[in-house]
């Protein structure tokens, strides 16, 4: 258990579909990321946010749309996906932004996209 | 960021040392060797980190050549619960960089009983 949860932990939808991620963290930081992970592929580093300011965008295209309400709260919506969007989305946080601090990830919610 | 180089696959039998390497020899003076694992089907897990001294934690070792371009992370008695994917990443960690985590296939660790 990291302090970060993400809801739902597996998800399967349509690519005319919408549905959003929720990432939540109990413990106090003020920076959040969003990673991707596809099957053989290291880690993408797709948005980051920074006191609820998005701070990072890695060219990530427009069918993904980011949401940070509040430090504790960053949701990743998404509609119209393609088959290759399938993949393990993970949320992160750590006390600010930066590699200095240390990122704790959550379990990741497993997207496959029919 | 300087780019890291590590061995695609390692085996380690239960109790035994493991020595994991990474070979970073473009870094500059201004970046951080960390060390992330992640076990199957969940998220990475900070590790340890380091510049230019050795360190050590509850976890691991960390060891870095004196010309900083290679470094070893050490577990020192591996269990069957440290079989997992270890990523060794090089990045800026201050100043008025903020530095980004960037994952590369890492090393696939499998500890023996």
């Known amino acids: 258990e990291t302090g970060v949860t993400q809801t739902p932990r597996h998800l399967v939808m349509g690519m005319t579909n919408k549905k959003s991620l929720k990432c939540e963290q109990h413990l106090g930081h003020n920076a959040m990321y969003w990673y991707k992970q596809s099957a053989k592929k290291p880690l993408e580093l797709m948005f980051v946010y920074n006191f609820k300011e998005q701070t990072e965008n890695n060219s990530v295209p427009s069918r993904f749309s980011p949401e940070c309400p509040n430090s504790s709260h960053l949701f990743l919506h998404l509609h119209t996906l393609q088959p290759e969007d399938s993949a393990l989305y993970l949320c992160?946080?750590?006390?600010?932004?930066?590699?200095?601090?240390?990122?704790?990830f959550g379990p990741g919610t497993r997207l496959t996209v029919t | 960021d300087a780019k890291t180089t590590q061995p695609t696959s390692m085996d380690c039998a239960e109790g035994r040392a493991a020595n994991l390497p990474c070979n970073h020899s473009?870094?500059?003076?201004?970046?951080?060797v960390y060390w992330y694992r992640q076990i199957h089907s969940q998220g990475p897990q900070y590790i340890i980190h380091g510049l230019k001294n050795n360190e050590t934690n509850e976890m691991a070792s960390l060891i870095i050549t004196e010309d900083r371009k290679s470094s070893t992370l050490i577990l020192p008695h591996a269990t069957l619960r440290d079989t997992a994917v270890y990523y060794c990443i090089v990045s800026v960690a201050g100043g008025t960089s903020y530095g980004k985590l960037t994952f590369g296939q890492g090393t696939i660790l499998t500890v023996h009983p």
């Open positions: 992160a946080s750590s006390q600010d932004y930066g590699s200095r601090y240390e990122q704790y």
């Open positions: 473009t870094i500059s003076g201004n970046e951080y």
